[in-house]
Structure formats: C-alpha cells, structure tokens
C-alpha cells in the first residue's frame, strides 16, 4: 500500500503474465475494466471477512442523523412521506411567532385546539420547547429532563441556558486573554526593545509581521 495522506488509499500487487490476462477476459465478461474488477474483489473480501472497527466520523453523523429523524417519525406521528394517511392527521398544536411594529423580538404564542371546538393559547415556553424537542429529537428531550432532574431545575428551557452559558468562558477569563494579546509582540525576542513602529499586536495588523525585529545599533560618544 503507498504511502498517502488521503482517505483514499491505492493497493498494488504482482501476478504472472497468464495471471493478467484470465483477469482481462474476467473483467471483460462483466463488462467492466479490470481496476473496477479489483475494487470489486477488494470488497468482497471486505464484506466476508471484516472485523469490527471504530465507526468514523462521517457514518456515525449519518447514522445519528438516520436514527433520530426515524424516532420522529415512528408510530403514530405524522409523516410527510407518507401521503396517502396525510388525510388522517390534524394538527394538534402550531407555535407563532407574534411580531408588532413596535416590538423588537416577536412573542411565542402556542396555539392547540381546546377540546370544545375553538383554541387556546399559551405562552410557556417549556411547553413549546417540550413539544419541539418531542418532535425534532425525543432522546435530546429525555437527556434535557433528566439533567433538568439533576440539577434540580424548575425550567427546562433554564436548564439548557444554564448548559450553555457554562461552556463560555468568564469574564475574567475573556479579559486575561485580551490583556495576554494586547502586550503579545511577535516581532521581537526576549529583551529586545521592540520596533518604533510596532509596540503591541493587533488583531487588526496586516503585512508581514513574522521576522523578529533586530536589536538596535547603539552609537557611542567619541
């Protein structure tokens, strides 16, 4: 096998003269070239014979993706592939997103009917995250409950916040990082006085700031 740095790998080998040529009027019996040919006998071993190994990245999104649209579509839930029961569903609830001249972020409003022929609304926003997730993703919402449960929240919209708003970095940390930034010079080394153009690195500088900047001449006093 050489040597490469692609996910696509070339496999070589050797056989005889006579060896080439049955492959030939193989290849040419399936009516396809013989490096199709060799792709084909390369996944048949594959397919016979392959151990388990690590799932890659690429199939375990693909897979993930696959699963948890087919957990949303299961049962009894309404599926718009399914078109001829398209006729036997009825909405049960539809979120709105409220918006008037005046305001700057629209209102979530909850419509479902009310059981006696007219609707109802609601504003909860646990209720319309609730039946979101029970949608789009029903493990997420099973997790999102039982972290809810852990950490003895009362929303579970205040505990996604709360799952998010941990993973960013504190004030104080965002600030350690600007002050560590703005006294960075990359243009000298340790003890050099820097250009007198340049005294600290901005985010905004262009050009060619790579070389270090060459220690100053000093002139002496005869």
């Not at 151990?51 to 309404?78: C, I, N, Y």
């Not at 419509?111 to 926003?125: A, C, H, Q, T, V």
């Amino acid at each position: 096998m050489n040597q490469q740095t692609s996910k696509v790998q070339v496999v070589t080998t050797k056989v005889t003269a006579d060896t080439k040529e049955k492959l030939n009027r193989l290849a040419a019996r399936f009516g396809i070239s013989r490096y199709q040919l060799f792709q084909l006998f390369a996944l048949v071993c594959v397919r016979l014979w392959d151990a388990p190994s690590s799932l890659t990245d690429e199939h375990r999104v693909m897979l993930e993706e696959f699963l948890h649209t087919l957990a949303a579509t299961q049962g009894e839930s309404f599926n718009p592939l399914t078109i001829l029961t398209r006729q036997q569903h009825q909405v049960a609830s539809a979120i709105l997103f409220v918006r008037t001249p005046a305001a700057g972020e629209p209102q979530l409003l909850a419509i479902s009917p009310d059981g006696k022929g007219g609707w109802r609304e609601d504003y909860n926003l646990d209720t319309m995250l609730t039946h979101f997730l029970a949608s789009a993703d029903p493990r997420l919402l099973h997790t999102l409950q039982a972290e809810m449960k852990n950490r003895q929240q009362i929303s579970i919209v205040g505990t996604l916040r709360e799952i998010v708003q941990q993973q960013q970095p504190s004030a104080e940390e965002v600030m350690q990082a600007d002050i560590a930034e703005l006294f960075s010079d990359i243009c000298t080394r340790f003890g050099e006085r820097p250009a007198e153009d340049v005294f600290y690195k901005r985010k905004l500088n262009s050009g060619d700031y790579t070389t270090h900047t060459q220690p100053r001449k000093k002139h002496v006093r005869a």
